[in-house]
């Protein structure tokens, strides 16, 4: 099946830093991804759909300054938490469509990564 | 707008019974089902997808779903579970090729 790559896995980090994770298509190419964002206990909630070559789509609610999506390539797209506080803390996942052979696109997702802001 | 009902917040089951965990949505258009679980520090996995065709989908590990279109359901089952089937397993539904729609998740914990 497809793979998604995430980096970093962990990162804790102070308040006010800014944060990049990457997601990475390792087997196929996505022109878009989708980054969603778990809390404990709770359900993944969509944070915004990227769009390689153009700017990124975000969900009602999600602050476009706060959470910097580029999406330059093929197979990667990054989320930057800019000036993180403790309240960014989670689980931001991103998810990648690959076509199957039923002509649709199945959502493969990337490991998750955790952010600890301190 | 698309949402998704998992009822069971949590469910604790002895390895060898069987397993029915519900889904309900709510869009009257076209969808595509998934159910996908997340293992203990794992990422999501795909367990089984419906798009068109049948509405009994099989998919990994034994896991199954039903599509009604009727009771707009997708409940998967297994008949016998294992205690490594011990995981959150998320209902989600899309149209096309839209964002996914994910229920809350049902903890599934087997035990000996």
């Known amino acids: 099946g497809a793979v998604v790559s995430q980096h970093p896995s962990w990162v804790i980090c102070k308040s006010g830093t800014s944060v990049k994770i990457e997601c990475r298509s390792l087997?196929?190419?996505?022109?878009?991804m989708f980054w969603y964002r778990q809390f404990p206990k709770q359900s993944l909630m969509l944070m915004a759909t990227?769009?390689?070559?153009?700017?990124?789509?975000?969900e009602q609610g999600v602050e476009k300054d706060k959470f910097l999506i580029n999406h330059a390539s093929l197979t990667l797209s990054t989320l930057t938490v800019t000036s993180a506080h403790p309240e960014d803390s989670s689980f931001y996942i991103c998810?990648?469509?690959?076509?199957?052979?039923?002509?649709?696109?199945?959502?493969?997702f990337g490991p998750g990564t955790r952010l600890l802001v301190l | 707008a698309q949402s998704v009902s998992q009822h069971n917040h949590h469910v604790i089951l002895s390895e060898a019974a069987s397993l029915e965990l519900g889904c309900n949505y709510s869009?009257?258009?076209?969808?595509?089902l998934f159910w996908y679980v997340q293992y203990p520090g794992q990422h999501l996995q795909l367990l089984l997808k419906?798009?068109?065709?049948?509405?009994l989908v099989k998919g990994i590990k034994g896991f199954e779903a039903e599509f009604i279109k009727s009771k707009f359901s997708f409940n998967l089952r297994k008949p016998s579970v294992q205690w490594s089937d011990t995981a959150e397993y998320f209902c989600a539904v899309n149209s096309g090729n839209t964002p996914l729609v994910f229920g809350k998740g049902t903890r599934l914990s087997v035990i000996a």
């Open positions: 869009y009257g258009g076209t969808v595509n």
């Open positions: 419906y798009f068109s065709g049948d509405p």
């Open positions: 087997d196929f190419q996505a022109t878009t």
């Open positions: 990227s769009n390689e070559g153009s700017k990124a789509t975000y």
């Open positions: 998810s990648a469509p690959n076509w199957g052979t039923e002509y649709q696109e199945t959502q493969y």
